[in-house]
């Protein structure tokens, strides 16, 4: 009995955020294993998976900055058209400009740039909301795109295409499996058994008790199955594939990201404007600064993306990225951020994103027409979160929340939440 | 008082929350038309105990039972509770402030005619209400443009709206001024008299010994005693000695000030509104703060302290004009918050959960909030000295959490403020502003509050405190500026300074400076 007490504590509302990165992974692969049964094993073979993260890739990178914008308690609808804009734009720049790609993508991350200062500029600097600002940006850059690219597809060069269809290589001794994605699943597993560790010695340092050494052996066996597993699955592709390119860009941005987000000022600034902006102000935060970073910094992920999807289809259309702007909001509120802003992780959107991914890709395997695929998501968006938003209320465990948020433990009790008006730097009222 | 007859009893209520126990075993009798106050330490539970009696917490979700008027009630929302004819007004007040007063009184219970809102009769009807308790305003009025006090009066008008029988109310005068907090006894004086029950939850102790019938005393969610007020002799000492399990001799801390050189200096400050750019909220204000001393800023509420104090600390509030700031003999120009931070100054405003706090955080987040400069090494923040600070914080400060991973939303109003304390005092100010440092702070835990600036006077800051209670800046306070209209109008020096004197200099425009 005080073992389950013990493995509940610890996996569920624990207090080490290791602890609830663990439950976040057990919540996706219950949704995987679910696909996995009722698709006969489809969902988890390697050029499914191998797929799977490459038509996805481009949305995750999308959910990264989208969590970061609602977070700091705005909202972006323009990343779809940025993309696609900066998709022409950088299409059009090695075919008819013949700038070599790798400078190609630098000048489509300047694009993004630019993109992002120009809302920034209005939703920080203005006081323009972003709902409107990125609204018209929407309009704008897919008019942009149609613009320029004559409503025509321009394909892209060979090099180019490696980042949204390209693998990690082939190289070594022959192992029967891709050496590189062994070497990255390998690292992947040490990093995991040393985050544990190191979440032990922090705990410990703060004179508190770390989880049973059980539980945390038993945290990392199942991460390092976890990871022991996609990288097999990766690594035995068809020849020629393996872990994709894409992803790697993907894992690099979770990664710096999270770390942005969870241990530097800036990421905490961005937490305390979506919680109450005028007390963020009051503690010295510089509030306009952070709304055009984020702004910006979405538009410059949205470039990349783009970039990304170009890459993968071979060609700039205008009709890329059409939609995506749901898909990354949907991710970023399936994995438990607020919508008034203040809540939510890095780690969160992307299971988020991917629980959407894998609904999608396994509703696809068994034949489901679009139309009703869009029905069953856009149920889920709203169960997903009805359930995350009840349970909240209750005082109970949420299910999403609780696992995926990094150093905010629970919510403001429901019962009595205070009117949004509160919220708000009624600064005409002060007294004194 | 026995043979009237009983409207309330709470019965052995105990109600949990994840790792707190906030009640066990309270016991609430409250007889038909007296006025009942409740009294108790920061986080005794006293709002838990109105909010399960008011449905916020709904049956089920505590243990124990409620008779109401003869029978056990199971409230399962508030809205059940009102049609019973009980109303709490919650310490934060839940008005809609881009809304009309008569809107707000009839939010949710709007007089009807044919399906559509009677917006005629909605005014006619608010009108009466207002007169009720005393409001004299054109219900038209945004409830943003009207004062703290007034806003009170809209609560309680909407308690009405209801036909109240028992009306809760939780710190109602906290935020209020003297004449408005007299104005809203006198109002519950008179419900008395129409035979309309209430609650009260109040620091203020001097008003609950003059309008209380009885006082019930909760200590860590347990009930110490019931008192008769007029039976039992009570004064302020006695509550004092239930609330704190000791005798409290004293309201201040001893202290000697060793008050050192002027070090901080402002100079001909002059500040507009931010919207209705001809007036202005600063009129050439000047003052002096040196080492060690306490310097207190009395004045009316609306007289400018605040803005005066947030102009300062960074252009937080307004439009600057003209003006100088001089720190340690030279010229600093704070434009910004952060520049003010840079500085050594800290501002504690007067509103924590509108301004002081992100509800979202945590103990641990918020303490650090304004400086994690400390706790960041080559750009990373280190979570163990975060943690280590802020539990020591909350040793010193006694902040009552059981860790420092609690949410602050979940404490108590008087922990809240230990929590916005910290966060200043962990940015090593030389000059501390306090605005209204001890609002909705129990007796105890306000010495323990003055306890802690003298101590930070002590080591050398300058520390300036706001505040509307004359009492507290008579006690505290080494030096007292008025301010009237946005001007200083007098400064006092401790020995000088009397209620009447301070009273007279923070009401008259004209300057009639005692140095
Ligand atoms: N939603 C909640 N979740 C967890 N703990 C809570 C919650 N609400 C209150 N508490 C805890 O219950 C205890 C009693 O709180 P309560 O707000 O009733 O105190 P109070 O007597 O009204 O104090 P104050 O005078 O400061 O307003 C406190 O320890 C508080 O931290
Ligand atoms: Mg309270």
């Not at chain 1, 993004?112 to 309009?139: K, N």
């Amino acid at each position: 009995m005080s073992r389950l007490k013990d493995l509940q504590k610890n996996l569920f509302g624990g207090t080490t955020s290791n602890a609830r990165q663990f439950g976040m992974i057990f919540t996706l692969v219950a949704i995987v294993l679910i696909f996995q049964v009722w698709t006969n094993g489809l969902t988890l073979r390697s050029d499914n998976l191998i797929a799977l993260f490459q038509q996805n890739s481009y949305i995750l990178i999308l959910a990264i900055g989208m969590l970061m914008v609602i977070v700091a308690g705005h909202i972006d609808l323009s990343v779809g058209s940025v993309a696609a804009f900066a998709g022409i734009l950088v299409a059009k720049s090695m075919t008819e400009w013949d700038l070599p790609w790798p400078v190609a993508i630098l000048f489509g991350l300047a694009i993004g740039a630019i993109i992002g200062a120009w809302q920034g500029f209005w939703v920080a600097y203005v006081g323009v909301p972003a709902f409107i600002v990125t609204l018209a940006g929407m309009l704008l850059f897919r008019g942009g795109n149609q613009f320029i690219g004559n409503a025509n597809t321009i394909p892209v060069p060979e090099g180019f295409r490696e980042i949204g269809s390209g693998f990690l290589p082939e190289f070594g001794p022959n192992t029967g499996y891709n050496n590189a994605t062994l070497l990255l699943g390998l690292a992947a597993a040490v990093a995991v058994v040393w985050r544990e560790l190191r979440a032990r010695n922090t705990r410990r340092a703060m004179d508190a008790d770390p989880a049973p050494m059980w539980v945390s052996i038993l945290r990392m066996a199942i991460m390092v199955g976890v990871i022991a597993f996609a990288t097999l699955r990766f690594a035995s592709g068809r020849v020629g594939t393996s872990f994709p390119i894409s992803g790697i860009i993907l894992l690099v941005l979770v990664i710096a990201y999270s770390f942005y987000t969870r241990n530097t000022a800036g990421g905490r600034h961005i937490y305390a404007v979506g919680g109450n902006s005028r007390a963020a102000e009051l503690s010295g935060v510089k509030l306009k600064r952070v709304n055009f970073f984020v702004m910006m910094n979405m538009s410059v992920l949205a470039a990349l993306a783009g970039m990304i999807f170009v890459a993968r289809s071979a060609a700039s259309g205008p009709q890329d990225g059409n939609g995506w702007e749901l898909d990354a909001i949907a991710a970023v509120f399936i994995g438990g951020a607020a919508v008034a802003g203040g809540i939510g992780t890095i780690s969160g959107s992307i299971v988020g994103g991917l629980v959407m991914a894998v609904l999608n890709n396994g509703l696809q395997l068994e034949g489901v027409g679009t139309d009703k695929v869009q029905i069953i998501k856009g149920l889920v968006l709203l169960l997903a979160v009805a359930i995350d938003v009840y349970n909240k209320s209750q005082g109970r465990f949420s299910i999403i929340g609780s696992l995926m948020r990094p150093f905010r433990r629970d919510d403001p009790a429901a019962p009595v939440s205070p009117p949004d008006a509160e919220r708000e730097p009624a600064k005409a009222a002060v007294s004194g | 008082m026995s043979d009237v007859p009983i409207l309330l009893e709470m019965r052995s209520i105990t109600k949990e929350f994840p790792g707190v126990k906030a009640l066990s075993d309270v016991n609430l009798v409250v007889r038909a038309g007296e006025i009942h106050a409740i009294c108790g330490e920061n986080g005794a539970g006293k709002s838990t105990l109105m909010k399960v009696l008011s449905g916020v917490y709904p049956h089920g979700s505590y243990s124990g039972q409620i008779v109401y008027q003869g029978s056990e009630s199971k409230f399962s929302d508030i809205r059940a509770s009102e049609s019973a004819g009980i109303v709490i007004i919650h310490q934060e007040l839940a008005l809609i402030p881009g809304m009309s007063i008569a809107e707000n009184i009839f939010l949710g219970n709007e007089p009807r005619k044919r399906g559509a809102i009677d917006w005629k009769a909605a005014n006619r009807m608010a009108l009466d209400l207002m007169a009720r308790v005393g409001l004299q305003e054109d219900p038209d009025t945004l409830i943003k443009d009207i004062g703290v006090g007034k806003q009170q009066l809209v609560e309680i008008a909407k308690a009405f709206a209801k036909d109240v029988k028992l009306l809760i109310l939780d710190e109602p005068t906290a935020a209020l001024n003297e004449a408005d907090s007299r104005h809203l006894l006198d109002l519950l004086r008179g419900f008395r008299s129409r035979g309309i029950t209430s609650i009260m939850i109040s620091h203020k102790l001097n008003e609950i010994e003059a309008i209380a019938d009885q006082i019930t005393i909760l200590r860590d969610g347990r009930t110490v005693e019931t008192l008769d007020v007029k039976a039992d002799g009570v004064d302020e000492d006695r509550i004092v000695r239930g609330m704190v399990g000791r005798e409290l001799s004293s309201r201040f801390p001893d202290h000697t000030p060793k008050i050192g050189d002027v070090f901080f200096e402002v100079r001909n400050w002059n500040v507009r509104h931010p919207i209705s750019a001809d007036r202005q909220v600063c009129k050439n204000e000047s003052f002096v703060v040196r080492r060690g001393e306490i310097v207190g800023f009395a004045g009316l509420m609306g007289a400018g302290r605040t803005e005066l104090a947030m102009s300062v600390f960074g252009r937080s509030y307004g439009v600057y004009e003209s003006g100088t700031i001089i720190k340690d003999g030279k010229e600093i120009v704070l434009k910004s918050v952060a520049d003010a931070i840079d500085n050594g100054l800290a501002y504690v405003s007067e509103d924590r959960k509108a301004i002081g706090l992100n509800l979202l955080d945590d103990i641990k987040t918020s303490t650090v909030a304004a400086k994690l400069s400390k706790i960041r090494h080559h750009g990373v923040l280190n979570e163990v000295e975060e943690y280590q600070a802020a539990e020591a914080y909350r040793k010193e400060l006694r902040t009552k959490a059981p860790t420092v991973d609690e949410g602050v939303s979940k404490l108590s109003g008087g922990n809240q403020q230990k929590v916005v304390l910290a966060k200043w005092m962990f940015t090593d100010p030389d000059l501390l502003i306090l605005d209204e440092p001890t609002r909705g702070i129990d007796v105890g835990a306000k010495y323990e509050i003055y306890g802690i600036i003298q101590r930070l006077a002590d080591q050398g800051k300058g520390v300036v405190v706001i505040s509307s209670e004359l009492p507290e800046l008579i006690g505290l306070c080494d030096r007292i500026y008025t301010v009237f209209e946005g001007a200083i109008t007098g400064e006092i020096a401790r020995a000088d300074a009397t209620p009447e004197n301070l009273m007279k200099q923070m009401t008259s425009t004209k300057k009639m400076a005692t140095r």
